[in-house]
């Protein structure tokens, strides 16, 4: 079985289940979602997407705490007995998943972005190494084999499970050593990783009076405005802008990259994206190695020149 | 002038030769603050040196004036257009011709951003000691035009001291080259140090021989805050004469400059309520020795008063140090765009007295002032700041005021108006304070050497 | 209070070097400094110490050179430094890793009320030792936090950030507590700390020393073993506009962009 756990029915956990369905169809593997949450909802959009989905429903889930959730998750593994573990590379994923791993004296790795199964069933995770330099691809020698995958790597597919089946499993109840005295929704300034077109900048802009050109711009397009890491720590724009490793991965249908010399931390936040354009003075720079359409020139004019030729566009 | 920009067209090719409005804007402006320009007829890009000594031979055909212009980060309006006709822009010329390990040199061109003849030395476990604080945005060609300084002259000099050899496109069109890759060179005149500073004046620089060095291994740096600017100060010159080492840079913020830095990363520095602060850096070759050096400047900074001594000996810390040195301009710009950005030079010892000056000044005059730079090196970044409530007229009268005062305080220091910014425009008219009529006919008299004309950058330096 | 920090040592650069035939990072002649998200976590534990005073431990497993670090944690004040070191340990993953450091605070009987860690290491980027390590513990575990609010003998507050919310947890003590950048700026060290530094020791132990056997450690000891290390190709045929070619670029992006105008 190969067994995908999570805590809410979003994108992230469609996405994760497309990829688990890929995976088990080669080794006839069954696969499972094991949804732990303090509601029943959604659930008809993930018929054809398992074989099974575990259900776990208490109050207890309502907000992530590890206590409760280890202590479940457990149980349920021990039950089941998955050869496979996957959950999204997400605050959630990546706090239960290590936890579970040392419960289960697995091995977990972290991050992955790309997953494939050897004939012998091995799960080959493959994830960005030394700030995205590299690709490592990981094998676990004990089992479960456990893995996080990070967001927005895999597409959906469509549902192919003839028959899903639904299974209730009883929640223990768990002294919680964590109390939950205070909770605020948090507001976001950029919602960039739902964006179809991301204009993102880097210090080539030159200055911040520069970013009203790329304001424009992503008005224009109904785009997004992102950042280098350098963008934000000037306070050009704010940390929910950020691309990177350290900030967001995104993968748009257009990624524009303006003044950004391409940094690996960078690019490991964006190279995933459809069509890439760059536009940087040097010609050397790794940008225009993960782009499709590189100009070698100033940024903030040529930014200029698109938002032109585009006014004329629209007017005409 | 059809006809003249039709030519142009012939020798660059049409699409390197702009004339549409935003652009001919953005092109008459560098990043001096308040300065007045007049717009170019278009800015021409030429992409060899070929290209550049032909449309200086067109220019003095129908007496047009050039503008040559690196990557418009100049402080002094070296690169704005003055007399109208063209902007030369350099920018397409932007080749690193070759890295020469064994000779330990660059060829470059003149458009390079000169971070990334850094960032390629570096390969090599070279180091291009030149680099001004604006090296992520400014060109080599400019800094060759400017003399630029920076954080580091103290120890290893300002873009002059690592200039070897150029290729110049003389005003009349000839293209020249003085120089080489040798670090001797006695025959004639040093005319690569007559080019370099000359503020695109006296030729357009085409390709540049840079001279690198070992990359140091090790660096430290120290942030050491003191409640009296006058103490700080004065430890300076006392460091340099008695300790034995030479730090690469020894920086000054004062209150004002820390607490502009510290809004625009919206982050304190430690002691923020010092009277200031000084970054003192040093590099070397081996870690004990280089723990050796910093502790016993460490020590001596005690004894002179320091607050606090606080020593930064990685790469992550050092960062946390230099970006507050470093967002003081930006944090000038963005909060208080009516400002006077100055550039003047005094002997170190002179330094308490001039900065001490400034602050009578200022009250004087009603206005704010803020001292940061590179003190090590004698060079006071003085920057006056026109008050919220000041009118725009009476701001104007004020810092002229201030201005003068300023300039003849330093004059009598034995310093200069301007340690690695240049008279440009922003400062032509008081150079007579600084120099001597005969002083200044010399230099006028080159000038109509070289320039018969009067074609390249005319109005710049002096009328 | 007695609070344990975990840290880990990075190679102090940001600009990585990979051997082209074996995909490794180049290590040599990089120096050795606390993983950044670490320091926060130290930093977190100074200021404790110093509101309400505290013993600091900071424990780390690492090669030789991770002593330069350890040297440079206790310039701030810390009191106490532990080094794991040994040939045996080199390969391991974040469960081996965890292994020895949990087992290293039994065997050594090092006492705790508080441990801490940054998020992750800029290296490995795989932030899962603090848990595992809380896990192998039996210490309850707040990830992703971004403000301490209070700490006490019995609990900590603190407010934990994930995508959705601003949670504010209040903890039983002893528990792990890994943060965020946010959550404290780094100080720096000072002279007079550094020259106190000079004189102090730092404990180090060995694989058999602490009593492990070869078959549970290191790269033995590591469920997870890499198996291929391929340099990121991701290169894309890139059609490049130069000079003059720039405005038929333009073009071309001001075509892709159409069918996104806002209408």
Known sequence: MLMVISNKVDRNTIELLSKACELANRKNFEVSLLLMSAIQEKLEQLKGYADNVILMISKQFEVFSLDPFLVNAEMVVRKYRPE?????????????????????????????????????????????????NVMATIVTSTRPQMATVRPKVFQINPPTKQKTKFIFEQPIFVADRCELIGYKVREEEAKIEEADVIISVGKGLRRKENLDVVYKLAKFVNGAVGATRAVVEAKWLSFDH?????????????????????????????????????????????IFKVADIGIVADAYSILQQILEALGDEKNA | MREFIEKLQQIVGVENVKTDPDELERYSKDETSEIEHQTPLCVVFPTTAEEVSQIMKLANLYKVPVTPRGAGTGLSGGAVPIKGGIVLSLEKMNRIVEIDR????????????????????????????????????????GNVAENAGGVKVMKYGPTSHHILGLEVVLPTGEIVNFGGKVLKNVMGYDMVRLFVGSEGTLGIVTKIIVRLIPKPKYFATLLVPFDNVERAVLSVPKILSESGILPTSIELMDKQ????????????????DAECHLIIEVDGTDKDGLARTYINLGEKLQQMGALEVYIADNRYQRLKIWKFRKAIAEGIIAFRPRHCMEDVSVPIKEIPKLIMKTYEIAEEN????????HVGDGNVHVTFLKPEQMSEQLWKENLEKALVDLYQ???????????????????????????????LDLMKKLKRIFDPNNVLNPGKVFD | ???????????????????????????????????????????????????????????????????????????FGVDRAILLTDAAFAGSDTWATSYVLSEAVKRLKIEYDLVLCGEKATDGETGQVGIEFGVLLNLPIVTYVSRIFEVSKEFIVVERTTEEAFEKWKVKLPAVISVLKSVAEPRLPT?????????????????????????????????????????????????????????????????????????
């Open chain 2, 257 to 272: 400059s820390a607490l502009m830095a510290s809004t625009f990363l919206s982050e304190n520095i430690p002691h923020q």
């Open chain 1, 242 to 286: 950020q691309i990177g490793l350290s900030g967001k991965v995104v993968k748009p249908k257009i990624y524009i990259a303006a003044g950004i010399s391409g940094a690996v931390q960078h690019l490991a936040g964006m190279q995933t994206s459809q069509t890439i354009i760059a536009i940087n003075k040097d010609r050397y720079a790794p």
């Open chain 2, 409 to 439: 305080t330093t004059a009598k220091l034995g310093g200069t108006i301007t340690g690695e910014h240049g008279i440009g425009i922003k400062r032509k008219k008081y150079l007579s304070i600084f120099m001597s009529k005969n002083e």
């Open chain 2, 366 to 373: 009603k206005l704010e002032v803020l001292n940061f730079g």
């Open chain 1, 84 to 132: 496979i573990i996957l959950s999204s590379a997400t605050t959630f994923g990546r706090t239960l998943m290590p936890a579970l791993a040392a419960k289960l004296k697995t091995g977990l790795t972290a991050d992955c972005t790309e997953l494939d199964i050897d004939e012998k069933g091995n799960l080959l995770q493959t994830r960005p190494a030394i700030g995205g």
């Open chain 3, 191 to 263: 002279l007079n700390g550094k020259k106190r530094a000079m004189n102090q020791k730092i404990e180090i132990y060995n694989a058999q020393t602490l009593g492990f056997k070869p078959e549970e450690i290191g790269l033995n000891g590591s469920p997870t073993k890499v198996i291929r290390v391929c340099n990121t190709k991701l290169t894309r045929n890139c059609k490049l506009f130069v000079g003059k070619e720039t405005t038929v670029g333009v073009r071309k992006v001001v075509e892709l962009l159409k069918p996104f105008l806002r209408k």
């Open chain 3, 1 to 75: 209070m007695k609070i344990l920090v975990l840290a880990k040592q990075v190679p102090d650069t940001d600009k990585v070097k990979i051997d082209p035939n074996t995909g490794t990072m180049i290590r040599e002649g990089l120096d050795a400094v606390m993983n950044p998200l670490d320091m926060h976590a130290l930093e977190v534990a100074l200021r404790i110490k110093e509101t309400t005073g505290a013993h600091i431990t900071v424990l780390s497993m690492g090669p030789a050179k991770t002593e330069e670090m350890l040297k440079d944690s206790l310039a």
């Open chain 2, 102 to 141: 064994e000779n330990m040199v660059a060829v470059v061109e003149p458009g390079v951003i000169t971070d990334e003849i850094q960032k390629l030395a570096e390969e090599y476990g070279l180091f291009y000691a030149g680099d001004p604080a604006s090296s992520e945005s400014s060109s080599i060609g």
